[in-house]
C-alpha cells in the first residue's frame, strides 16, 4: 500500500529564514545610512567681524551659538536701515535775540517746507504794553510762516498761530516788551527728527536662506536679536548709520569653546622622610594643586600654582609629612577655560621606617602622634626603661614564665610578648578607659613551663594585642590595623 509523503517543512523554514536575514540586512543597511548624533560645539566670544566696509556694526554679542545654528561658527549677516526726515523739534538752539525778547522756545509742526532746514527767523513788536512774536520762513522776513498772540512782557506764554497755511503752532515765553527789527543773524534752529527703521539679520548658510537670528528697532544704538526659527541663537549688536548691506562677505565667525579638560598623566611621587615632591604632565596647558591626607577623604589642598602662564609640565612640593606614613593624594590641573582634570587616588609612603621583630617602637610612637592612641598605650609597647627601637628588637626571651611572672611590672612589656607568660601582662588604659583584667591577650593555650612550650607568631602577637585592647567598634580601630598592614605587612583578621 502507498503511504503519502509528509509536508516539505524543511522549505518552509529556509524560506522563512532567508526572509528574516534579509529583513535584518535591510534594518542594518537603513541604520547605516542614518546620521550618528554628535555632540554639538559650541561657539563664544570674541566674535571676529568680516565685510561691514561702512561700519554699520559695532558691539557685537552673540549667545547660544552651536555647530547646529552655524557653518561651523560662522554666520551670515544682512544690514538695512532707513531713516526718513520727519521735522524739526526740540531742543531748539537760539541765535541773535539782543533784545532777549524771547525764551523757551517750543515751536511745533516745523518741516522743511515752512522753514530752512528748520531755521526760521523771529521779530517783535511791542504794543502798549503787550508784545508779539513773528516767525519768518527767510532771513529777510518776506514769508511770515507763524506769529504769537501779544502778552504781557514777563515771562508770559504766548501761544503761535500758523500763517499761510505754514501748519506751524507751539509756544513760547515773551520776556521784554521792545520792537525789533528783521535781523538776518536773530534766529531759532530745531534738531532733527527722523522716522527710523533698523533691520540686522543672520543666517547660517551663505545663501541666506536660512535664518537664525534677528533684531528690529525704530532708532539707531543697541538692536537685541531673537532666535529665528528654533535655532536658540540670540544676541545683540549696535547699529549706527542708515544704509543696506547685503554683501555676501558679511560674516561673523565665533570661537571654539573648550570644554576639554587637561588631563593628568605621567604622575610620579617622590617621598623623602618629611615630605615628598609630586610630579605628572598634561597634553592642554593648566594650573597645578594637589590634594592629599591619610584617607581618600584628603583634607589638605596646596594653593593653585601655574596659571601665568599654564604648563603641560607640573611639579609640587609637600612638606611636613610624617615618616614612615602612608598618603592619599590626587592631581588637579585647571585650563584657561576653567575646565578641571582631575587623577584618580593615587599613594605614597615617607621614608624613615625602622623595623625589628615585630615592628618599631616608632610605628606605636606615630599611633600616638596622630591622636589614636593614649600615652600609657605607648609606653606599653615601648617599655619604661628608656630601651630604644635596637634593643627592643633584640630583647631575650626570659627563662621561665615565673621569672616572667615575678617581674612583669619592670620588665620591657615587649620581651613578654615573646614569652610564653601571656597572661601575666598588666593590661594598658587606652581612650581613657583603665581596666585590671589578666585575661589572655593571645588565642588559648596551655603552656605550662618555658616558652619553648608554646610558640606564637609576629603576627599572632601584634593583632592580638591590638585586637584585645582597642574596641573592633573604634574608629581607631580599622586605621591602626591599615598602618600595621602598611608598616609591618601584616594583615589582622
Known amino acids: 500500500m502507498l503511504r503519502a509523503n509528509p509536508p516539505r517543512r524543511k522549505t518552509h523554514l529556509s524560506l522563512s529564514l532567508s526572509l528574516s536575514l534579509s529583513l535584518f540586512v535591510f534594518a542594518a543597511l537603513i541604520l547605516s545610512l542614518c546620521p550618528t548624533s554628535v555632540l554639538a560645539a559650541n561657539y563664544i566670544a570674541p566674535w571676529t567681524e568680516a565685510g561691514d566696509a561702512s561700519n554699520h556694526l559695532s558691539d557685537l554679542t552673540i549667545s547660544g551659538a552651536t555647530s547646529d545654528n552655524t557653518n561651523a561658527g560662522v554666520l551670515y549677516w544682512e544690514y538695512a536701515a532707513t531713516q526718513t526726515l520727519t521735522g524739526y523739534g526740540a531742543p531748539w538752539t537760539e541765535n541773535g535775540d539782543l533784545q532777549n525778547v524771547g525764551a523757551s522756545w517750543?515751536?511745533?509742526?516745523?518741516?522743511?517746507?515752512?522753514?530752512?532746514?528748520?531755521?526760521?527767523?523771529?521779530?517783535?513788536?511791542?504794543?502798549?504794553?503787550?508784545?508779539?512774536?513773528?516767525?519768518?520762513?527767510?532771513?529777510?522776513?518776506?514769508?511770515?510762516?507763524?506769529?504769537?498772540?501779544?502778552?504781557?512782557?514777563?515771562?508770559?506764554t504766548a501761544t503761535f498761530s500758523a500763517d499761510e497755511g505754514s501748519g506751524i503752532a507751539g509756544t513760547v515765553s515773551v520776556t521784554n516788551g521792545a520792537t525789533t527789527g528783521c535781523n538776518s543773524s536773530s534766529w531759532i534752529q530745531g534738531t532733527a527728527t527722523y522716522d527710523t527703521s533698523v533691520t540686522v539679520s543672520a543666517y547660517k548658510d551663505s545663501a541666506k536662506t536660512q535664518l537664525v537670528a534677528q533684531g528690529t528697532a525704530s532708532a539707531f544704538g543697541s538692536?537685541?536679536?531673537?532666535?529665528?526659527?528654533?535655532?536658540?541663537?540670540?544676541?545683540?549688536?549696535?547699529?549706527?548709520?542708515a544704509g543696506t548691506d547685503t554683501d555676501s562677505g558679511n560674516t561673523l565667525t565665533g570661537t571654539l569653546e573648550d570644554l576639554t579638560a587637561p588631563t593628568p598623566v605621567s604622575i610620579v611621587a617622590s617621598a623623602t622622610s618629611g615630605g615628598a615632591t609630586i610630579t605628572w604632565e598634561t597634553v592642554e596647558s593648566g594650573s597645578s594643586r594637589v590634594e592629599y591626607g591619610l584617607t581618600d577623604a584628603y583634607g589638605t589642598s596646596t594653593?593653585?600654582?601655574?596659571?601665568?602662564?599654564?604648563?603641560?609640565?607640573?611639579?609640587?612640593?609637600?612638606?611636613?609629612?610624617?615618616?614612615?606614613?602612608?598618603?592619599?593624594?590626587?592631581?588637579?590641573?585647571?585650563?584657561a577655560s576653567t575646565n578641571e582634570g582631575v587623577s584618580s587616588d593615587q599613594t605614597f609612603q615617607t621614608s624613615g621606617c625602622s623595623t625589628g621583630a615585630g615592628g618599631s617602637a616608632t610605628y606605636w610612637r606615630r599611633l600616638y602622634e596622630d591622636g589614636l592612641a593614649s600615652p600609657d598605650f605607648v609606653e606599653w609597647w615601648e617599655g619604661t626603661s628608656g630601651q630604644t627601637a635596637s634593643s627592643i628588637s633584640q630583647a631575650p626571651t626570659p627563662a621561665s614564665s615565673s621569672s616572667v611572672s615575678s617581674a612583669s611590672s619592670s620588665l620591657n612589656p615587649y620581651r613578654l610578648l615573646r614569652s610564653s607568660a601571656?597572661?601575666?601582662?598588666?593590661p594598658p588604659s587606652f581612650g581613657g578607659t583603665s581596666s585590671a583584667s589578666s585575661?589572655?591577650?593571645?588565642?588559648?593555650?596551655?603552656?605550662?613551663?618555658?616558652?619553648?612550650?608554646?610558640?606564637?607568631s609576629r603576627s599572632q602577637r601584634i593583632c592580638a594585642r591590638v585586637n584585645k585592647w582597642i574596641p573592633p567598634s573604634s574608629p581607631r580601630h580599622s586605621i591602626i590595623l591599615r598602618r600595621i598592614k602598611t608598616w609591618l605587612g601584616i594583615t589582622c583578621g
Do not use: M
Request: with cysteine.
Open 439 to 456: 585575661a589572655s591577650l593571645v588565642p588559648s593555650h596551655s603552656a605550662s613551663s618555658g616558652p619553648s612550650a608554646v610558640s606564637f
Open 303 to 335: 594653593a593653585e600654582t601655574d596659571t601665568s602662564p599654564r604648563q603641560t609640565s607640573h611639579s609640587v612640593t609637600l612638606s611636613a609629612l610624617s615618616s614612615c606614613t602612608t598618603y592619599h593624594y590626587r592631581v588637579k590641573s585647571t585650563d
Open 106 to 156: 517750543a515751536p511745533t509742526g516745523v518741516t522743511d517746507s515752512n522753514s530752512s532746514t528748520g531755521k526760521l527767523w523771529f521779530r517783535a513788536s511791542a504794543g502798549d504794553p503787550e508784545t508779539a512774536i513773528y516767525l519768518y520762513k527767510t532771513n529777510t522776513c518776506s514769508a511770515l510762516v507763524a506769529h504769537s498772540n501779544s502778552v504781557w512782557p514777563d515771562g508770559t
Open 422 to 426: 601571656e597572661t601575666t601582662l598588666p
Open 223 to 241: 538692536v537685541t536679536l531673537t532666535a529665528q526659527n528654533g535655532s536658540g541663537l540670540s544676541g545683540s549688536v549696535t547699529a549706527a548709520s
